[in-house]
């Protein structure tokens, strides 16, 4: 089993703008559900999210 490593959410938090703002995030859809690209995207907004945070 692989421990967690927050290594990459603490480098988004600090290095992307907005970045802290992440951490609120709620797992709700709204963001994916109201994204006009996300049918393009390879991954929603929710998925990107929850990747950062995993």
Sequence with gaps: ???YDPSFAREVFENVDYGEE???CM???VCAASCPLSMQMDYSP???FLLIRA
């Design 22 to 24: 992440i951490k609120m």
């Design 27 to 29: 797992q709700c859809g």
């Design 1 to 3: 089993m692989t421990s």
């Design 46 to 48: 929710r998925k990107i």
